[in-house]
């Protein structure tokens, strides 16, 4: 079955450290999309990609890159972690125009930047 | 941009109650509305969305919502909660981008 997953689901990393968390979703889509979870903010828009080459910042992008080299992989890079990035991370991907179409979300990693 | 408020960050019903969770959104046209639920320690799932058309939409799990264009409304409802309910509840809005609210988490009592 197709499906999107995350890895890793649980992550420690020092402030300052350089982490990489992947997503990678099989299921052809266009669109992928990551976001950071907090309590009392529900979830929040990081990057977004709308395709191979193409990525786009959301609303709290600072401190965050992602690339898009393929169809299947986005994966979220924080240069210089910080203790206010302590956080839970989804990845989402969509099929067609993001605007119509549901997006469909990985199980998560729970980063925690000591 | 545009903005989603859930007013209630718990609530609590019996099991066998009726249910309404409140999403008010702020967008100058009429936007993309989703409801998702997440259950602890898993990602989100989709339950029903709003594009344009029948104002009352039909979800998964006997869920529906309804779109009150003079209200900026898009509230959740469902006649009677089971207990396997309990969970995180997101209205989402999408117009340039996917807003979504704060959450309401749902406790039910047996």
């Known amino acids: 079955d197709a499906e999107i997953t995350q890895s890793p689901r649980h992550k420690i990393t020092e402030t300052g450290r350089q982490v990489t968390l992947a997503c990678h979703q099989t299921?052809?889509?266009?669109?992928m999309f990551w976001y950071r979870q907090d309590l009392g903010h529900g979830l929040r828009l990081i990057h977004y990609?709308?395709?191979?080459?193409?990525?786009n910042k959301g609303e709290v992008s600072d401190g965050y890159s992602v690339s898009r080299s393929n169809t299947e992989d986005l994966p979220l890079t924080l240069e210089s972690a910080a203790s206010s990035q302590t956080s839970v991370y989804f990845c989402?991907?969509?099929?067609?125009?993001?605007?119509?179409?549901?997006?469909?979300f990985g199980p998560g990693t729970r980063l925690t930047v000591l | 941009a545009q903005s989603v408020t859930q007013p209630d960050i718990h609530i609590t019903v019996s099991e066998g109650a009726s249910l309404e969770l409140r999403c008010n959104y702020s967008?100058?046209?009429?936007?993309?509305l989703f409801w998702y639920v997440q259950s602890p320690g898993q990602g989100l799932q989709l339950l029903l969305k709003?594009?344009?058309?029948?104002?009352l939409v039909q979800g998964i799990k006997g869920f529906e919502a309804e779109f009150k264009r003079s209200q900026s409304s898009f509230n959740l409802r469902k006649p009677s909660v089971h207990w396997s309910d309990a969970a995180e509840y997101f209205c989402?809005?999408?117009?340039?981008?996917?807003?979504f609210g704060a959450g309401t988490r749902l406790t039910v009592k047996p």
């Open positions: 989402a991907s969509s099929y067609r125009d993001g605007r119509q179409d549901t997006q469909y």
């Open positions: 299921w052809n889509h266009n669109n």
């Open positions: 990609s709308y395709g191979v080459q193409d990525t």
């Open positions: 967008y100058g046209a009429t936007p993309y």
């Open positions: 709003y594009f344009s058309g029948d104002t």
């Open positions: 989402a809005v999408f117009a340039n981008d996917m807003r």
